[in-house]
């Protein structure tokens, strides 16, 4: 019997697929929680919200007319009319980092919330790109479709309402997330293309898992990391850790052995130090037990 081709094949074809489409991957993404997860009738949803979106724009705000005319439209119909928001009170649910989840309940974290904006943008006419700003997705709308003036648009915060950020709020952000010693910088707010943004989903739920011990998935997440980022020691290490976790002991070896052959000992600093010598104390424990087992 044939079967067809596998999570990650799919993800990394889909990653690599020309044109702006980032929903048909997040819903590949999805599928780590929702394995039989069938995205055609939520891409017919995003096409429906989209058209709708198109006329509340042209109705109340003209197609071409003033870029800041249309993203108000577009906002008050995501999120006046349909209702999505920023889901604070249980910010790690696992549901939050699902697009078919997010749609469903209409609720979610920046940057899923961020993919529906974009999606619906996109089919309502509008140009918008994420910014994968440092602990808070973004978008920016842009005022046409030929427009690559950094400088030119809005930023919009969809966790808040579709917000629109100045620079001040973009700097008082950063500080937010990463402290007041944080050094801001305009390259911060450059448009992300599809692999970062896949990648930086993948690292959530991955971060979610290993909080809820749910070592299968954040294992099975882990390769699709791997398959994006094939150069990663961070991730190799971590599916040689999750498979320690998980009783796989061959798989886990092969992992850590080949980390501590690729890492760079001489640049680590202290901290990092540490970190490889209880993972070559985990190996010496790994060959025993593999040895055991022949």
């Given at each position: 019997m044939k079967t067809g081709p596998t999570l990650t094949a799919q993800l990394v074809k889909a990653a690599d697929r020309p044109g702006p489409d980032l929903a048909a991957p997040a819903f590949l993404v999805?599928?780590?929680?929702?394995?039989?997860?069938?995205?055609?009738?939520?891409?017919?949803?995003?096409?429906?919200?989209?058209?709708?979106?198109?006329?509340?724009v042209a109705r109340e705000a003209v197609v071409d007319g003033p870029l800041a005319a249309r993203v108000d439209a577009l906002n008050r119909y995501l999120f006046n009319e349909l209702g999505f928001f920023g889901n604070r009170d249980h910010y790690d649910d696992p549901r939050n980092s699902c697009l078919n989840e997010v749609l469903d309940r209409r609720t979610g974290i920046p940057i899923t919330l961020s993919l529906v904006y974009i999606e619906v943008a996109r089919r309502a006419g509008l140009r918008a790109e994420g910014i994968n700003f440092p602990g808070h997705f973004?978008?920016?709308?842009?005022?046409d479709l030929h427009t690559d003036d950094p400088e030119d648009g809005f930023i919009v915060d969809p966790f808040h309402g579709g917000a629109i950020l100045s620079e001040a709020d973009c700097r008082s952000l950063l500080r937010r997330h990463l402290g007041d010693e944080a050094a801001f910088d305009p390259s911060l707010l450059a448009a992300a293309t599809?692999?970062?943004?896949?990648?930086?989903?993948?690292?959530?739920?991955?971060r979610l898992y290993v909080q809820m011990r749910s070592f299968p998935q954040a294992r099975q997440v882990t390769d699709l990391l791997l398959a994006l980022t094939p150069s990663s020691l961070i991730e190799l290490r971590d599916r040689g850790l999750l498979a320690y976790h998980m009783q796989d002991f061959t798989a886990a070896l092969r992992d850590l052995e080949r980390f501590l052959k690729l890492a760079p000992q001489a640049q680590l600093d202290d901290e990092q130090r540490a970190e490889n010598e209880q993972v070559w104390e985990h190996v010496k424990t790994l060959k025993r037990r593999v040895a055991s087992l022949n």
């Amino acid at each position: 019997m044939k079967t067809g081709p596998t999570l990650t094949a799919q993800l990394v074809k889909a990653a690599d697929r020309p044109g702006p489409d980032l929903a048909a991957p997040a819903f590949l993404v999805a599928r780590v929680e929702y394995p039989r997860l069938d995205a055609g009738p939520y891409l017919d949803r995003l096409d429906q919200m989209g058209e709708a979106a198109l006329h509340r724009v042209a109705r109340e705000a003209v197609v071409d007319g003033p870029l800041a005319a249309r993203v108000d439209a577009l906002n008050r119909y995501l999120f006046n009319e349909l209702g999505f928001f920023g889901n604070r009170d249980h910010y790690d649910d696992p549901r939050n980092s699902c697009l078919n989840e997010v749609l469903d309940r209409r609720t979610g974290i920046p940057i899923t919330l961020s993919l529906v904006y974009i999606e619906v943008a996109r089919r309502a006419g509008l140009r918008a790109e994420g910014i994968n700003f440092p602990g808070h997705f973004l978008v920016r709308v842009r005022p046409d479709l030929h427009t690559d003036d950094p400088e030119d648009g809005f930023i919009v915060d969809p966790f808040h309402g579709g917000a629109i950020l100045s620079e001040a709020d973009c700097r008082s952000l950063l500080r937010r997330h990463l402290g007041d010693e944080a050094a801001f910088d305009p390259s911060l707010l450059a448009a992300a293309t599809r692999k970062p943004i896949l990648i930086r989903m993948l690292l959530n739920l991955k971060r979610l898992y290993v909080q809820m011990r749910s070592f299968p998935q954040a294992r099975q997440v882990t390769d699709l990391l791997l398959a994006l980022t094939p150069s990663s020691l961070i991730e190799l290490r971590d599916r040689g850790l999750l498979a320690y976790h998980m009783q796989d002991f061959t798989a886990a070896l092969r992992d850590l052995e080949r980390f501590l052959k690729l890492a760079p000992q001489a640049q680590l600093d202290d901290e990092q130090r540490a970190e490889n010598e209880q993972v070559w104390e985990h190996v010496k424990t790994l060959k025993r037990r593999v040895a055991s087992l022949n």
